[in-house]
């Protein structure tokens, strides 16, 4: 088992920035990344990187605005979020063991979610 906090959310101006971070009650030795949930609507992909942090991966709507990286020396991950859009409002939650399938992402782990509000 692993758990995972996430930390960062809050609420920023549209075009403003936030960065979450994630951390990690062990080594993952595993893709990880994040998703969010925006109200009223399913659960869905945002961006994840290779344990080795040389391959990244990013939905369409947040390519160009958002950075993952990670310090496996922390078993942490982090997500940079710059010119936040209110569509960006939803719950992110941080994962682990992403298992990707093409277009298609699943985890095995997840952590409790952090809020983020991007009000315009």
């Known amino acids: 088992q692993v758990q995972l906090v996430e930390s960062g959310g809050g609420l920023v101006q549209a075009g403003g920035s936030l960065r979450l971070s994630c951390a990690a009650s062990?080594?993952?030795?595993?893709?990880m990344g994040w998703f969010r949930q925006a109200p009223g609507k399913e659960r869905e992909f945002v961006s994840a990187?290779?344990?080795?942090?040389?391959?990244?991966y990013y939905a369409d709507s947040v390519k160009g605005r958002f950075t993952i990286s990670r310090d496996n020396a922390k078993n942490a991950v982090y997500l940079q979020m710059n010119t936040l859009k209110p569509e960006d409002t939803a719950d992110y939650y941080c994962?682990?063991?992403?298992?990707?399938?093409?277009?298609?992402?699943?985890?095995?782990?997840w952590g409790q979610g952090t809020q983020v509000t991007v009000s315009s």
């Open positions: 990187i290779g344990w080795s942090g040389g391959n990244t």
């Open positions: 062990r080594p993952t030795f595993s893709t």
């Open positions: 994962a682990a063991e992403i298992i990707r399938s093409g277009s298609n992402y699943r985890a095995n782990y």
